[in-house]
């Protein structure tokens, strides 16, 4: 199935530190949002986007709607322990004529470790 | 509790066997979604309800797999004759607008 360019693939830092993932695709997006997941969990949305250009907080996350609207970035600063797990970006494609899918294509993942 | 909710989160089968799952989406919600994930992977998209009508759904959705939203609210996702290649965690989604969508916690089928 199609899936999104994310990097990195995993990522291990200090406590303390500021994190920056990003999701990049060949295709236009209508919509991106971040997810986090923990081990045997659904994935849990941080943050929506909607237009190109939008920068959007959520507490410690900070996210951006590419201009081109075929990328996104996440920044988490001043990472804690309990930010542990795997964050996936997920879009909506802009489709040919009218028709606006609800799907959600997916990142492949960054995993993050955070060490005290 | 009013997230998504999902039954069984675990589910042990032996190859050929049916199983069904249930999904019960966040109360006010009319759009419900599953999608299929498999380890080290992002979920993939399988099929969406909008109330009880299936709009749209993938082409991983086999012939043995079959969804349903009777009345709009709940919906189940039964895979029928299972193979092997079914293993994997099986996530129910809702939203209001389409755009946000939450998820459940998942049901993790293992096909033996």
């Known amino acids: 199935g199609q899936q999104l360019n994310q990097s990195p693939q995993s990522m291990f830092i200090q406590e303390g530190e500021d994190v920056s993932m990003n999701c990049t695709s060949s295709?236009?997006?209508?919509?991106w949002l971040w997810y986090k997941q923990d081990p045997g969990e659904g994935p849990v949305l941080l943050i929506a986007?909607?237009?190109?250009?939008e920068l959007t907080s959520n507490g410690r996350l900070t996210a951006q709607f590419g201009i081109t609207r075929k990328d996104s970035f996440l920044n988490i600063s001043a990472s804690i322990p309990s930010d542990v797990g795997i964050y996936f970006c997920a879009g909506q494609l802009k489709e040919a004529g009218s028709y606006n899918t609800d799907k959600l294509i997916f990142g492949t993942g960054t995993r993050l470790q955070v060490f005290p | 509790d009013t997230g998504v909710s999902q039954d069984p989160r675990h589910k042990i089968t032996k190859r050929g066997q049916n199983v069904t799952f249930r999904c019960d989406p966040i109360s006010e919600h009319n759009r419900l979604y599953w999608y299929r994930q498999t380890l080290g992977q992002g979920p993939e998209f399988l099929t969406y309800?909008?109330?009880?009508?299936?709009?749209?759904k993938s082409r991983l959705l086999s012939d043995r797999f079959s969804a349903e939203r009777p009345k709009g609210s709940f919906s189940t996702l039964e895979i029928q004759r299972t193979e092997q290649g079914d293993s994997a965690m099986y996530l129910c989604?809702?939203?209001?607008?389409?755009?946000?969508?939450?998820f459940g916690p998942g049901t993790r089928l293992t096909v033996t």
């Open positions: 989604a809702s939203s209001l607008r389409g755009f946000e969508q939450y």
């Open positions: 309800f909008q109330n009880e009508a299936q709009l749209e």
């Open positions: 295709s236009i997006f209508n919509t």
């Open positions: 986007l909607y237009k190109a250009g």
